[in-house]
């Protein structure tokens, strides 16, 4: 169904990962405690009670997994940094043995070609910073800030683009709304008040890596969904429409209009969040993309039990429902709603239950899985949607946060026992998919 798809010719085609989902090294050369290494310390947090310490092992194993990269002939690699690898306490000395690490990295990616795509914090806050309030306190965000003027000064000519956050929504409300992810906490004031720093830490570090780099290509990336009501009751359109302001607007008001929704900010009543002056101003910094990570629509019911989405074309390894079209949708109403820099989908896949079979793994329904959504992906450009790339979500299986290492979104399996890598049929065909595309670059 693919093969009819041509996207612009400099369409940006890559893979992600994040760096606490696949390096390991959780200790080596001076790195500090994250938030995630103390939540899986405690193993009933975690599915199958694993952690982080090993996970890909791609702290050392960088070279192959770029070589890795190449082979599938990727324009673009997608990944984030662990901040408690290069500041190991969340402020104070830089530990260079971390950032040439991440030099390291870089150059294998320039020697292959590939642009780097980093982002800035995908969920591993330095412990030492939780100690002291976390992202509860709005000191956090000031020594993020910092942490990120000294990334842009300097990699910010290294890098193809800068993100300050991976999906903030997750920080807040799975941190600190219902505990599934670190630093486990169930209190839904701080989950909002968290959510308000979290957007802070974003525009003060915008404003930073500005000041240090002005040449470098900022932005922020944001999980995000559709919403649709379950039936046509009133109830089940009012709660669609309250699921949309309190996920999708609430990150993207306070970036692009200067305020938050105020259908959501009237929801959370007395959990609103202390907001002081001029913090508008701030979070409200231009930005030269934005990141979009979709992986199925929210379905709103209000009745109880609720009731499930159809599904019609299946349910994934997390039980997700299989949803391209919302892509599409999302899209256009995004358009439709505000004035968007150029669009990344820097995260879009699925989990499957992947084995190995006589050497191979035939994930034929990840294949479907990505072709459905590049053809709703190209519907919304259809539409005039600005999207400028698309990230397969992901390179390898990897530590799947609370769910441990059993949900694999890779399209390279990795055996954990040997660490061996085994491109699935996913990956050859994302290959052969980036190969045409690419043929029209020199047609072009
Ligand atoms: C992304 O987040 C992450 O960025 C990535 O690290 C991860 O590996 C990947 O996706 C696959 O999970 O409302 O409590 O039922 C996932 C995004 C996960 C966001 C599930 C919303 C619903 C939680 N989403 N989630 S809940």
Redesign the pocket.
């Known amino acids: 169904m693919t093969d009819s798809i041509q996207f612009s010719p400099d369409f940006t085609w890559g893979v992600a990962t ?1 760096a606490f ?1 696949i390096e390991g090294a959780s200790t080596a050369d001076g790195k500090g405690p994250s938030i995630w290494d103390t939540f899986c310390r405690n193993p009933a947090n975690i599915k199958d009670a694993s952690n982080g310490d090993v996970a890909c092992d791609h702290y050392h194993r960088y070279r192959e997994d770029v070589g890795i990269m190449a082979g599938l002939g990727v324009d673009a690699y997608r990944f984030s940094m662990a901040w408690a690898r290069v500041q190991p306490t969340g402020k104070g000395a830089w530990n260079e043995k971390g950032f040439d690490f991440y030099s390291r990295l870089l150059d294998a990616l320039e020697e292959k070609g590939i642009a780097a795509h980093l982002t800035l914090y ?2 591993d806050l330095p412990q030492g910073l939780q100690d002291e309030g976390g992202w509860l306190s709005r000191d956090t965000a000031y020594r993020f800030a910092d942490y990120a003027r000294e990334v842009a000064r300097r990699f910010g000519n290294r890098l193809a683009s800068i993100a300050t956050h ?2 903030p ?2 920080t807040a ?2 941190g600190y ?2 505990a ?1 992810f670190a630093p486990g906490v169930t209190d839904a004031k701080q989950a909002v008040q968290v959510s308000h720093h979290l957007l802070l830490s974003h525009g003060l570090a915008m404003q930073a890596m500005r000041a240090e780099n002005p040449k470098a290509a900022l932005g922020i ?1 944001l ?1 995000q ?1 559709t919403s649709d009501p379950a039936t046509d009751s009133a109830a089940d359109r009012a709660l669609a429409e309250l699921e949309w302001a309190r996920s999708v607007q609430w990150f993207m008001d306070p970036i692009f209009k200067g305020r938050y929704p105020e259908l959501a900010l009237r929801a959370h009543g007395a959990n609103a969040p202390t907001v002081f002056d001029g913090d508008f101003d701030i979070i409200r910094q231009p930005l030269d993309f934005l990141g979009v ?1 979709y ?1 199925f629509r929210h379905y709103a019911s209000a009745e109880t039990p609720p009731r499930t989405a159809p599904a019609a074309l299946g349910v994934t390894d ?1 039980g ?1 429902e299989i949803y391209p079209q919302g892509l599409t949708e999302l899209l256009v109403k995004l358009n439709g709603e505000y004035t968007l820099p150029p669009i990344y989908i820097t ?1 879009n ?1 699925m ?1 499957a239950p992947d084995s190995v079979e006589q050497g191979q793994v035939t994930d034929t329904i990840r294949i479907r899985y990505v072709q459905q959504h590049l053809a709703a992906l190209q519907a919304a450009i259809n539409q005039g949607v600005d999207v400028r790339g698309y990230f397969l ?2 390179l390898m299986d ?1 530590f ?2 609370n ?1 441990g290492y059993a ?1 694999r ?1 890779g399209i390279v399996y990795v055996d954990y026992a040997t660490q061996q890598r085994i491109p699935k049929a996913s990956a050859l065909w994302y290959r052969d998919f980036v190969a045409a595309q690419h043929l029209q670059r020199r047609a072009a």
Do not use: D, I, P
């Open positions: 994040s989902q995908h969920w991976n999906e929504w997750c409300n799975l709304g219902n599934q990336v999980n969904w990570n992986y997390m997700w995260e896949g989990a979500w992901s990897n799947e946060w769910s949900k979104f």
